[in-house]
């Protein structure tokens, strides 16, 4: 009985391989960046969520691709820090939205600095157009496997 021979494509010809490489480096450098303010990488997402409206944590949580329990977590994190606060209805106290305190309000415009410096450093060997042409193409990627982010403007 002879074996059959399998090909076996080369991994550096794996989109993912270079995909997810990139995207660990540019996420460590920010999450190494916002630690040195004991932010996590998620609680920013949030703070920068809500710099612009306050939110119901549901909207929150369907806007940013993340569960009602992790948000209701991440909150629970920035009000301990005082970066964000619960609000319920006066006719109904079950109901909440999260807004962002002035503290809040004034760490969002530095998180945003180190944020596009980060951005700024790590693809900085791309020319504009090509930084415009890959959020287009990555955009179009997570349309086509349904990973959508609804902005809040």
């Known amino acids: 009985m002879s074996?059959?021979?399998?090909t076996v494509s080369p991994l550096e010809e794996h989109l993912g391989l270079w995909m997810r490489r990139v995207s660990n480096h540019v996420s460590q450098r920010f999450a190494d960046g916002l630690a040195?303010?004991?932010?996590?990488?998620?609680?920013?997402?949030?703070?920068r969520e809500l710099f612009n409206a306050a939110a119901e944590p549901s909207a929150l949580a369907e806007r940013i691709g993340m569960t009602r329990g992790a948000i209701t977590k991440i909150v629970d994190k920035l009000v301990a820090k005082g970066?964000?606060?619960?609000?319920?209805?006066?006719?109904?106290?079950?109901?909440?939205r999260v807004e962002l305190t002035a503290a809040g309000k004034k760490i969002v415009p530095i998180l945003a600095e180190i944020a596009d410096a980060n951005d700024a450093a790590c693809f900085a060997g791309l020319h504009k157009s090509e930084r415009t042409q890959l959020i287009a193409l990555l955009k179009k990627l997570a349309d086509t496997m349904e990973l959508r982010y609804i902005p809040t403007e």
């Open 3 to 6: 074996e059959k021979k399998t």
């Open 36 to 47: 040195a303010r004991e932010i996590a990488v998620a609680e920013w997402v949030l703070l």
């Open 83 to 96: 970066f964000a606060q619960r609000v319920s209805r006066e006719d109904d106290r079950r109901f909440q």
